[in-house]
């Protein structure tokens, strides 16, 4: 069993949907969450980091980490064409060095016109 | 400001042959990190490189090599390559977990 579960997709939503991505974790000592965008061909950009338990917002997305569930979600609101792209999960225990970040596998959203 | 620049951005390579990727960063940042990417098995680190000078294996360093030549540039290099390292490879630097950037990306196909 990996250590973080993330649905591949394809997600396929029409625009001005909410869409929720998802990962589950099994490591209860991971602290740090963060969200990954990547665009086809380009490489991740980090789009969102939240410490521990609870939401944070940033404009239209909402990242929001359960971890008595070991489970945590990324929402985009009013979701656009440009938002098309995989979306990976990544967390870690520490804050110490990225050597010790596990990264999902990424699921593929594609928002339609 | 180019962050984080990846060289070259497509190989062909045969069986055997050996070759070095290139990254360059002009951000200075100490840690650099060397990952893979593959359908199905997300981003696997192969090396990193906390500061110049230092050099430390990752999840999947087998076959591979890194030389941490300066605080700017750090190569990966695949002396004989085989078709299991058909992969995406992406350069990266943090700087905190929240201060990270990924290269382009190197697209390696080995037949």
């Known amino acids: 069993q990996k250590e973080v579960e993330q649905d591949p997709g394809p997600l396929s939503v029409p625009e001005g949907a909410i869409v929720s991505l998802n990962c589950t974790y099994s490591?209860?000592?991971?602290?740090?969450f963060m969200w990954y965008r990547q665009y086809s061909r380009k490489g991740p950009e980090l789009l969102m980091y939240?410490?521990?338990?609870g939401n944070k917002e940033d404009g239209r997305f909402t990242a929001q980490v359960d971890k008595s569930s070991k489970y945590i979600s990324l929402f985009i609101r009013d979701s656009q064409p440009s938002d098309s792209a995989t979306y990976l999960c990544?967390?870690?225990?520490?804050?110490?060095?990225?050597?010790?970040?596990?990264f999902g596998t990424g699921t593929r959203l594609q928002v339609t016109l | 400001n180019a962050g984080v620049t990846q060289t070259p951005k497509f190989q062909v390579l045969k069986t055997g042959q050996s070759m070095t990727l290139q990254c360059a960063q002009d951000m200075n940042h100490n840690s650099m990190y060397w990952y893979r990417q593959d359908p199905g098995m997300g981003l696997r680190l192969i090396y990193y490189s906390a500061s110049e000078g230092t050099t430390d294996k990752g999840e999947v360093p087998n076959g591979y090599n890194v030389s941490r030549l300066n605080k700017r540039e750090f190569s990966l290099r695949l002396e004989s390559a085989a078709p299991s390292q058909t992969s995406v490879y992406f350069c990266a630097i943090f700087g905190a977990l929240t201060e990270a950037f990924f290269g382009q990306g190197t697209r390696l196909t080995v037949v």
């Open positions: 490591n209860s000592a991971f602290q740090y």
């Open positions: 990544a967390m870690s225990i520490g804050t110490g060095t990225a050597s010790k970040l596990t």
């Open positions: 939240t410490y521990s338990s």
